[in-house]
């Protein structure tokens, strides 16, 4: 019979704070997530619930509670990396640990419990060795998956063992809730005047599945071992790194060259034959004076090839300071993707792209990617946001053609010019410094304002002005004002 350990994590978002040291864990503090477009408090630290602030409460009433509350937003992704370094970490228990998101970890320890001197002993190792990671946990035992979660999650101890066979009877005194059913049929089996579990084990599923639905008893079963429901182990990431250690330290930088071209042809290789590309890469030097030397560069799309890796190296290698030499290198491969293999086009257009990625990667290795900016279309008729500034990184390289003919140059804001013959446009005009008479004028091209932003409500003419002068430029004046200044808005090529 299989036996499994769940092991919950109730304040996982605040352990994750504590292992940093946050001093604001000192007083009133709480975890909020936002939950039917209200705010609410997910995890109270032992300060706050002391002060009357309980998981479930709206936000403001938990400050009205407590004037002196301290929160921060929840943060899943964070959340989730340290529950995944649990599971990695898991292997010291059992080798068959899966995850149970978002808080907890479940294992398969048949026939391991012994190896820790029982399945209570191996809890209580359990709990010891999370209590020296700052983690809080609970755990349950149980044949079953269900069964070990609601032990963990609603039995009386820290660590709460079902014996093999007596399931059914550890289960009875637990509330419905802890079968992890829906807020609504809990309710439901509530009104009923169903509160426990044993409330459950002594009706026929027949009746429960009629009233209540097929959920319920599937649930039970599964709780109860009736239906199989094992531990399903999935496999760690694969780790992309390499590393090397010398006899002797070096120093010169064709010698860490050299270094760095044998790890990234391993690591490159790997990723090749994996179909998987790396968007970072990040070289440690640890020189035998001044200790670690983190060295780290992006590309802009999933990279394979390891001169582009030691092409992009070349300036922070060139940059560090080593004195008395390094001996030990590790290169790892990290935010990996897989790559989409394509045709291989021909002519320039292909050679163009891959220029223009280098470009990228080298400006963004040099000054930070999100520096490197380029300009994209963007659907609006107003002139000044017909386009916008995205990294280019995530940029699409294909321009689209705006609808409308627009000038090369924006003047933001336009600039004033000195009517010497007026018109419609004018017809000798001077702006900065520099005479224009108007040969041809086509226009205008009436934009009015959105008035459903907080910007210039006034209405604008665009006029298109050849001059005799050669430049085209871009007039603009706002019909309707007393005064008819002209202003130029831009410059076409």
């Known amino acids: ?33 936002e939950e039917r477009n209200a705010w609410r408090v997910t995890h109270t630290n032992g300060a706050a619930l002391k002060a009357g602030v309980k998981p479930g409460q709206a936000l403001a009433d938990a400050r009205a509670i407590c004037p002196d509350l301290l929160t921060e937003p929840t943060d899943k992704v964070r959340e989730e990396l340290l529950l995944r370094a649990l599971w990695r970490w898991a292997d010291c228990l059992s080798p068959r640990v899966s995850l149970d998101p978002p808080d907890g970890l479940l294992l398969d320890i048949s026939g391991c419990s012994h190896l820790f001197g029982g399945e209570r ?44 066979g007596e399931l059914r009877a550890a289960l009875a005194g637990l509330p419905i809730a802890a079968l992890a059913l829906p807020d609504n049929l809990v309710s439901e089996l509530a009104r009923a005047g169903l509160s426990t579990v044993a409330h459950l084990q002594d009706q026929k599923s027949a009746e429960l599945a009629r ?78 004076d001044t200790g670690d030397h983190h060295l780290a560069i992006g590309f802009a799309r999933p990279c394979t090839d390891p001169a582009a890796v030691l092409r992009q190296f070349s300036h ?37 792209a891959d220029d ?35 990294e280019a990184v995530q940029a699409d390289p294909r321009w689209v053609t705006a609808p409308r003919e627009r000038p090369i140059r924006l003047f933001t804001p ?46 604008r003419d665009y006029w298109k002005v050849q001059t005799r002068q050669g430049r085209r430029l871009w007039l603009l004046n706002y019909p309707g004002e007393e005064t008819e200044d002209w202003y130029v808005a831009g410059e076409f090529p």
């Open 211 to 288: 009233r209540f639905g097929l959920h319920l008893t599937q649930t039970i079963d599964t709780a109860l071992g009736r239906t199989p429901d094992p531990v399903t182990p999935k496999a760690a990431d694969p780790v992309y790194a390499a590393r090397m250690t010398l006899p002797e330290p070096i120093g010169f930088l064709e010698d860490l060259e050299q270094v760095l071209e044998r790890l990234a042809v391993q690591i490159c290789g790997r990723l090749e034959t994996d179909q998987c590309g790396a968007r970072r890469f990040q070289l440690t030097v640890r020189c035998v």
């Open 121 to 164: 002993e191996m809890g209580g190792e359990s709990l010891t060795r999370l209590s020296d990671l700052q983690i809080e946990a609970r755990i349950g035992i149980a044949d079953t998956k269900g069964g070990a979660q609601a032990l963990a999650r609603f039995g009386p101890e820290a660590v709460n063992v079902a014996n093999p």
């Open 316 to 352: 922070p290698l060139s940059q560090l300071e080593i004195e008395y030499g390094a001996d030990w290198f590790r290169l790892s491969a990290e935010h990996i993707e897989p790559i989409r293999l394509k045709q291989t086009s021909f002519g320039e257009e292909a050679k163009r």
């Open 414 to 459: 336009p600039e004033y010019i000195q009517v010497e013959t007026p018109g419609r446009p004018p017809k000798v005009f001077k702006w900065r410094r520099m005479d224009f008479r108007s040969e041809t004028a086509h226009g205008p091209e009436r934009i009015t304002p959105r008035w459903f932003r907080d910007e210039d409500l006034r209405t």
């Open 356 to 390: 223009r990625l280098i470009l990228i990667e080298t400006l963004g290795n040099r000054i930070g990617f999100d520096h490197v900016r380029v300009f994209q279309p963007k659907d609006s008729h107003v002139p000044e946001h017909e386009y916008e500034q995205v």
């Open 1 to 33: 019979m299989p036996r499994i350990l769940s092991i919950w994590l109730p304040q996982l978002p605040l352990d994750r704070l504590a292992r940093h040291g946050d001093t604001r864990l000192s007083g009133a503090f709480a975890i909020t997530a």
